[in-house]
Structures are given as structure tokens and as C-alpha cells.
């Protein structure tokens, strides 16, 4: 399968990994079969299902392991037990051999894997109860977050007013100063003109028919 999701990895995942990969364990196979086998199952590469494997799910399995082991090693002593035994050994007598050693690995592995059932939900609930309190926290600094914005937007309304009535307040002061300008430049023209005028000498003429200056 070469296809690669990108979702995450649900519990049922986890879930058939585990029991594929205990079950290839106490097989004797390897655990690359394992992973293949998930991968064809639930739509992953086989390097997917060994990375969650290695980097997750296998904390948790643990003792699991520890008897998927021991269950092979029982295996494959009765196998060699069967092989070297005596030739007086009768057919029906190795098959009821390997049947009751089928029948309590059949028990082991029943109470196994409901043993590793209640491990796992274990694990979940306690991965429950730390999302919730992740929830928590996030939920309470979300709420902190939006009274902070609020709280700013209140602020930026209130700047914003200020900033119009300062930017009113420049104009009518700058209008006034222009105002101000325009009449002293006014009066200055008038003082200049009149210190003109009172300055231009001024004749009036006598009986003579001359000119004489007026002080």
C-alpha cells in the first residue's frame, strides 16, 4: 500500500496495531509483517504503522508483550518436544498433545487480550481526562483573551474620539492662527501706509504764485 494518510491516528487504529502486532509476536513472525498487515488494514504504510508503533503504542503494551513472548518460546518448546519425541509416541497422542496446547494458549490469549483491553482503556481515560483538563485551561485563557480585546477595543474607541476631537481642536486653532495672520498683516499694510502718508511732504502756494512748504 503506498498511500499515506494524513489524519490522525484513531484509537481503533492504535487498537488493531496492537493486537496485529502481539499476535505476529507470539506467531514467531517478525514485526515488519506486522506493520504490513495494519497497513493493508487500515490504509497506512507499513512505515507509518512502525513509527506509531515504536513511538507510542508499544508504551502501552508492555507487559502484553512480555507474554506474547513467553508464548511463543512455549510454542516452539512444544514444537521441538514434538519432533524429538519417542517413535513409540502415536499419532493420536501428539494430537492431543498440540490440541491442549492449543486449547490453553487459545485461554491465555483470550484473557490477554480482554487484559490488554482494559489497559488500553485505562490509558484512554487517563488521555480523556488530560485533553479535558487541556480544554479547560484553553477555554479559561480564551475567555481571558477575549475580556483583554474588549477591554482593548474600549480603549481604541476611546483614543479614536480623542484623536477626532484633537484633530478638530488643530484645525479651528490652525483656522484662527491664519485669521490672526491675515489681520495683523492687515494692520502692518495700514501702519505702513499711513507712515507713508504723514511722511510726503505737502506745499500750498502764495499769494505771490509761489509754492511753500506746509509743515
Same mark, same amino acid.
Given at each position: 500500500m503506498t498511500a499515506v494518510r494524513q489524519d490522525a491516528w484513531s484509537?481503533?487504529?492504535?487498537?488493531?496495531? %496492537? +493486537?496485529?502486532?502481539?499476535?505476529? @509476536?507470539?506467531?514467531?513472525?517478525? *514485526?515488519?509483517? /506486522?506493520? +504490513? +498487515?495494519?497497513? +493493508?488494514? @487500515?490504509?497506512?504504510?507499513?512505515? /507509518?504503522?512502525?513509527?506509531?508503533?515504536?513511538?507510542?503504542?508499544? &508504551?502501552?503494551?508492555?507487559? %502484553? @508483550?512480555?507474554? %506474547?513472548?513467553? *508464548?511463543?518460546? &512455549?510454542?516452539?518448546?512444544?514444537? &521441538? *518436544?514434538?519432533?524429538?519425541? /519417542?517413535?513409540h509416541v502415536s499419532s493420536l497422542s501428539v494430537y492431543d498433545t498440540e490440541e491442549r496446547a492449543y486449547k490453553n494458549d487459545s485461554v491465555t490469549e483470550e484473557?490477554?487480550?480482554?487484559? %490488554?483491553?482494559?489497559?488500553?482503556?485505562?490509558?484512554? &481515560?487517563?488521555t480523556y481526562q488530560d485533553l479535558t483538563r487541556q480544554i479547560k485551561v484553553l477555554e479559561k485563557d480564551l475567555k481571558e483573551k477575549e475580556e483583554e480585546l474588549y477591554s482593548l477595543r474600549g480603549d481604541n474607541e476611546r483614543l479614536s474620539k480623542e484623536v477626532n476631537n484633537v484633530q478638530t481642536d488643530y484645525r479651528t486653532v490652525n483656522d484662527d492662527y491664519k485669521t490672526l495672520i491675515q489681520i495683523m498683516d492687515r494692520a502692518r499694510r495700514l501702519t505702513v501706509l499711513t507712515s507713508e502718508e504723514e511722511a510726503k511732504p505737502r506745499f500750498k502756494m502764495d499769494a505771490n504764485g509761489n509754492l511753500e512748504r506746509i509743515e
Open positions: 484509537p481503533d487504529d492504535d487498537l488493531i496495531l %496492537a +493486537e496485529v502486532t502481539l499476535r505476529h @509476536i507470539r506467531d514467531g513472525s517478525t *514485526q515488519l509483517a /506486522a506493520f +504490513e +498487515e495494519v497497513g +493493508e488494514r @487500515i490504509g497506512r504504510t507499513s512505515a /507509518a504503522c512502525g513509527f506509531r508503533w515504536n513511538s507510542c503504542v508499544r &508504551k502501552r503494551y508492555e507487559d %502484553a @508483550i512480555g507474554i %506474547a513472548k513467553q *508464548q511463543r518460546q &512455549k510454542r516452539n518448546y512444544l514444537k &521441538k *518436544q514434538t519432533l524429538v519425541a /519417542a517413535p484473557g490477554m487480550s480482554i487484559d %490488554a483491553v482494559i489497559r488500553f482503556l485505562r490509558g484512554w &481515560k487517563s
